[in-house]
């Protein structure tokens, strides 16, 4: 089993930043690849952003591209999200998740790819 325990979910106001983490424990020498999720109220999970664990490629959406830098550190088993220029429509609560054991052709952004999920941290901007 992986473990995932994300931090850094906080207020701020609009045009801000703020940087989540999600760290891994227990299976880690099994990691291949970690993403970020976002599910707003009423609204289904949605992809944000992924990397691959050896050649560190990253996957984001559009809505985040250029404002949101995924990168990992693999000696700490650790994922993070750099969050810049935030909008309110970034309010969310934010899941790190692994795959078990791979990301298979292109489903990096299908949640039904991933195995383990975090508990989630909340992202509430302010306009």
């Known amino acids: 089993q992986l473990q995932l325990v994300e931090s850094g979910g906080r207020l701020v106001q609009a045009g801000g930043s703020l940087r989540l983490s999600c760290a891994a424990s227990g299976r880690t020498w099994s990691i291949s690849a970690m993403g970020w999720f976002r599910q707003a109220p009423g609204k289904e999970r949605q992809f944000v952003a992924a990397?691959?664990?050896?050649?560190?490629?990253?996957y984001y959406t559009d809505s985040v591209k250029g404002r949101f830098t995924i990168s990992k550190d693999n000696t700490k088993n650790t994922v993070s999200l750099e969050m810049n220029r935030v909008k309110p429509e970034d309010t969310a609560l934010y899941y790190c998740a692994a795959p078990d054991p791979l990301i298979y052709g292109d489903g990096w952004s299908d949640p039904a790819s991933y195995a383990y999920w975090g508990q989630g941290t909340q992202v509430t901007v302010s306009s």
């Open positions: 990397i691959d664990w050896n050649d560190a490629y990253t």
